[in-house]
């Protein structure tokens, strides 16, 4: 089955940057879109970024672009999030999701999802 699998989470002060990594096996990786999304508690699931198959496209909500980056290396299975100048409100839990279609930014057209991976910016 698909397990997707994502580390590089912590803590990071204001202003700072993390590397996330998700990696995904059960698969044929480069058939899928793949997504990142957020859930801080007693929010819904937000849309992060997301990336077509091959790579070739993007995806930013205003809340993300010019500060975060997604890219994916087919060759390894794994898809990345570069996330840069942190703020408090990043706060959240972050999961990759996989889509075997065009990439999205509804968490609803995602069928299989990692476990996520906690990121806390302190002020």
């Known amino acids: 089955q698909v397990q997707l699998v994502e580390s590089g989470g912590g803590l990071v002060q204001v202003g700072g940057s993390l590397r996330l990594s998700c990696a995904a096996s059960g698969l044929t990786f480069s058939a899928y879109a793949m997504g990142w999304f957020r859930q801080a508690p007693g929010n819904e699931r937000e849309f992060v970024a997301s990336?077509?198959?091959?790579?070739?496209?993007?995806s930013y909500p205003d809340s993300a672009k010019g500060r975060f980056t997604i890219s994916r290396d087919n060759a390894k299975n794994t898809v990345f999030l570069q996330m840069n100048s942190l703020k408090p409100e990043d706060t959240a839990v972050y999961y990759c999701?996989?889509?075997?279609?065009?990439?999205?930014?509804?968490?609803?057209?995602?069928?299989?999802w990692g476990q996520g991976t906690q990121v806390t910016v302190s002020s």
């Open positions: 999701a996989a889509r075997s279609s065009v990439r999205s930014s509804s968490p609803y057209d995602y069928e299989s």
């Open positions: 990336i077509s198959r091959f790579g070739r496209s993007t």
